[in-house]
């Protein structure tokens, strides 16, 4: 009942998803349909693990007054603030600046630019990575900082003056070296995607169980 | 009045987390934790609204569809986890999807990632009045797709003139490639940081147009 009747309902599952895949039938359609409308329900229950998970470690650090446990308020009281928010006005979740609610000026004016900064905070990082990488050290290492010198010069106004030969190198490379190479590494993890599904069907790969008991 | 309360607190939470380039400090912190928040919150609003509302509890409550019922049952078993003693019954939801999702998934990839791969190389190397830069491009992208994949074939050892010479091609495209990705990301993270440092100097002080 632990591991066996999970396992089975993967294997069972696995086939008969694969199977329906190529058989052009009414009941085969019905067997996807069915399956599109339960797997989101199934699916959406996983988010009550997470912030179950998520309120039992803050409510926890809040408790033992763990350091910086004052932050983990500003992690609970969004956490159910905001779904609360968007219950009382449901309106709030689709409504743009045209209908302001604090639903919609938590999510455009916290969540939107953090995330935002958060990612062009990258750039600072990419920069110092790529100092330490580009480094012409070897016939390799030239490859890889000329042609990432070259894409970067084709793609912005300064790269003109080096006249159009640049910009069609630039484009020459993302269209053909770098196709062939992102082509191989794709084809490569398309095989390892198709060898672990076939390992998790059929029972050989078992890491997703889990330590939830024997 | 909305509009610039929104973009005081949305310039002050941008700073908040520049200023974790100087060093890690408490409102960097804030932000962080408070982007946790709002984001999960913000998820379990639209999980609601868009998946359990529409598709469970409505049919449910019009009473037309009690087979909902199952996966509803399903999916509750998740909070076992929560509970020692019948943890393992929160692997009956996971090994529903995860079966169903590998099912799904194989002829899908097999589709999209190798037989369009596959598809896709096999283009023709000449045609008239092609230029020669496009004739070297499809040789390239032939002979740099396998080389790059004898390069990642490690079931045998890269000597002699297959594998060896093979995979020594491979990985020059390789390195090509890798440089041409990086300089791409790195063109995609500054796009991101002037859009907001032209957020702050733009939007917020009104210093550039």
């Known amino acids: ?214 | 009045m909305y509009e610039t309360i929104g973009l005081w607190v949305a310039a002050f939470f941008t700073l908040a987390i520049y200023s974790f380039l100087y060093k890690e400090n408490p409102i960097y912190r804030l932000a962080e934790h408070l982007v946790v928040g709002i984001s999960a919150g913000y998820g379990i609003a639209i999980t609601w609204e868009i998946t359990l509302e529409p598709r469970l509890i409505q049919p449910l409550l019009a009473g037309d569809n009690w087979v909902l019922l199952i996966p509803a049952l399903l999916g509750l078993l998740y909070i076992t986890r929560f509970i020692p003693s019948i943890a393992w019954l929160s692997r009956y939801p996971i090994a529903f999807l995860m079966g169903t999702g590998m099912g799904i998934g194989f002829p899908l990839t097999m589709k999209a990632s190798v037989l369009r791969q596959l598809e896709a190389a096999m283009a023709p190397v000449y045609a008239s009045g092609m230029p020669w830069f496009e004739v070297l491009g499809n040789l390239v992208l032939i002979f740099g797709t396998l080389a790059a994949l004898i390069y990642f074939f490690f079931s045998k050892p890269h000597k002699g003139l297959f594998f060896g010479t093979g995979s020594k091609i491979g990985i020059w495209v390789i390195m090509l490639g890798f440089g041409a990705t990086f300089g791409f990301t790195v063109m995609g993270r500054i796009s991101l940081l002037i859009g907001r440092v032209q957020f702050l100097l733009g939007d917020w002080l009104h210093l550039i147009e």
């Not at chain 1, 219950?87 to 630019?113: C, T």
């Not at chain 1, 970067?152 to 020459?172: D, H, S």
Request: net charge positive; proline share 6%; no cysteine.
């Open chain 1, 1 to 214: 009942m632990k591991r066996t009747v999970p396992l089975m309902i993967v294997m069972v599952g696995g086939i008969l998803m694969m199977i329906q895949y190529f058989i052009p039938h009414q009941y085969s359609q019905v067997v996807f349909d069915n399956y599109t409308e339960w797997a989101p329900i199934v699916g959406a229950f996983a988010l009550l693990l997470g912030v179950g998970s998520l309120t039992r470690v803050h409510s926890h650090r809040i408790k033992r007054k763990a350091p910086n446990w004052p932050y983990s308020w500003a992690v609970l009281i969004p956490l159910f603030g905001m779904p609360f928010l968007a219950l009382i006005w449901p309106e709030s979740l689709w409504g743009g600046s045209d209908s302001p609610s604090v639903f919609h000026f938590l999510f455009m004016n916290i969540q939107v630019p953090i995330q935002s900064t958060m990612f062009s905070l990258l750039a600072f990082y990419i920069a110092s990575a790529a100092f330490r990488a580009f480094r012409a050290k070897s016939a390799l290492a030239t490859v890889l900082l000329l042609s990432a010198v070259i894409v970067m010069l084709a793609q912005v106004p300064i790269g003109e003056i080096f006249g159009p030969w640049l910009q069609n190198t630039g484009l020459w490379i993302l269209r053909y070296p770098n196709l062939a190479a992102k082509r191989a590494i794709m084809l490569g993890v398309g095989f390892g995607i198709l060898a672990t599904n076939l390992k998790i069907i059929f029972g050989v790969e078992r890491n997703w169980l889990g330590g939830a008991g024997e």
